[in-house]
């Protein structure tokens, strides 16, 4: 494959680059050969670990322009030119241009070898420093993603630090909405950070479905994240576990649905199980967080605000005591839609699901007021706070989506 090569090979030479490519691979070296720049461009990872060896005359791009479209996708590839001999301006030109470094023709192939292995051992370097940077950086801010400060949440934080690097499968308990697929995506990117994360529903797939997905999963996929493994049928269990057995480098990661005293690993067969369940993570309730609760409504309320365009909300002493009460069936999925609720200046109904209200409002008015507030809040959300998309989606005029906004209590301040 191309991006596994050590060099990127430009020369519009065929007899040039047949030659250049057998040398350099005979060094160890992995070469990918390109006739023009354009075909090499079109295959360029901006994070790709390797150098490009390009030759300034050719038909189409040259090497300076080759050089300019290389530095605008990656800025710190090594770019070494080729330059014919006697072409000195150029070679300075070249340097001057932002290049690595140059070789003339004809090639000495000790030296092109050494330049070559030099500049491909700088790039890589340079690539996994700035790798090792992104995990520290990372790692730093994992409360900014499994946010918490009791202790429960302290000690996953340490979970998911301490498994991250570690090649086993982990299996990952909750309830429903409590933030089991985050902390999937945090063991993926705490880890080695490198490769593709794929999601795998379980929840009504069929082993049709099973197996396509298994089949279509690339060489760069290293985690296979299944959720609401509990829930897959018992042919897809069968599919499932002779995957996993055969697997020496994909990392499993999966999730199972369920509260205190409920046993969801029941529904699983004793190998796939024992497959899956290497590690176990136990995601807690938001009921059992404690003032956790207010630290994330905190973090709900100002991406909601910045999302739909609305200021942040007053929170009164009397609502914080009805949130203390609360014991949050629906966890962070239901604390997320108070305080989008919230934000929306739309009244909240803890415990109550939408559809499901007994009580009903007082009277006609005041029931058609609630559904026009509702769906104006709904196509808000859809538009991202956006009130001429929202009008769109409504299909009125933006004037009178402002005075119905009004009309309902909704604030008009925000994205236009």
């Known amino acids: 494959m191309k991006k596994d090569a050590d060099i990127y090979l430009v020369d519009d030479d065929t007899d040039f680059r047949e030659a250049t490519c057998e040398l350099l691979e005979s060094s160890g070296l992995r070469v990918a050969a390109f006739a023009s720049g354009q075909t090499m461009l079109d295959q360029l990872d901006?994070?790709?670990p390797g150098a490009i060896l390009c030759d300034v005359r050719m038909a189409?791009?040259?090497?300076?322009?080759?050089l300019k479209a290389v530095r605008d996708i990656a800025k710190d590839i090594p770019f070494i030119m080729i330059t014919g001999h006697g072409d000195i301006r150029l070679a300075i030109a070249s340097i001057k241009a932002g290049a690595y470094d140059f070789i003339e023709k004809p090639v000495q192939p000790d030296f092109l070898i050494s330049t070559m292995t030099r500049s491909v051992a700088a790039r890589k370097l340079l690539v996994e420093?700035?790798?090792?940077?992104?995990?520290?950086q990372t790692k730093s801010g994992l409360s900014g993603e499994l946010i918490g400060r009791s202790a429960t949440m302290r000690d996953i934080r340490s979970q998911v630090l301490r498994l991250a690097d570690l090649p086993m499968s982990v299996c990952i308990f909750g309830e429903t909405g409590t933030g089991k697929s985050v902390v999937a995506r945090a063991l993926h990117d705490y880890g080695t950070g490198d490769g593709d994360f794929v999601t795998l529903g379980c929840a009504a797939t069929t082993p049709g479905d099973v197996r396509k997905a298994l089949a279509d999963l690339g060489s760069e996929t290293a985690t296979l994240f299944l959720r609401s493994l509990d829930r897959l049928d018992t042919a897809s269990q069968a599919i499932l576990a002779d995957f996993m057995k055969s697997q020496t480098t994909l990392r499993i990661i999966a999730s199972m649905t369920g509260g205190t005293g409920s046993r969801p690993e029941d529904n699983l067969s004793d190998e796939l199980y024992f497959l899956a369940n290497v590690a176990r993570i136990d995601v807690p309730p938001l009921r059992d967080r404690g003032r956790d609760v207010f630290v994330i409504l905190e973090v709900f309320l100002r991406e909601a605000s910045a999302r739909f365009g609305q200021p942040l909300p007053k929170i009164t002493k009397d609502l914080i005591k009805t949130l203390e009460r609360h014991a949050w069936p629906g966890n962070l999925r239901e604390l997320q839609n108070v305080a989008e609720r919230l934000v929306m200046r739309l009244p909240i109904e803890l415990g109550k699901r939408a559809g499901r209200d007994?009580?009903?409002?007082?009277?006609?008015?005041?029931?058609?007021?609630?559904?026009?507030?509702?769906?104006?809040?709904?196509?808000?959300?859809?538009a991202g706070g956006r009130k001429g998309d929202a009008a769109e989606l409504l299909s009125i005029p933006r004037k009178r989506l402002y005075l119905r906004m009004k009309a309902v209590g909704l604030s008009t301040s925000g994205q236009d």
């Open 46 to 48: 901006p994070e790709w």
């Open 358 to 382: 007994t009580t009903g409002p007082s009277s006609y008015d005041e029931a058609m007021q609630d559904f026009e507030r509702t769906l104006l809040a709904q196509s808000l959300r859809e």
């Open 60 to 66: 189409g791009l040259d090497g300076f322009a080759v």
């Open 129 to 136: 420093n700035r790798r090792l940077r992104r995990r520290v």
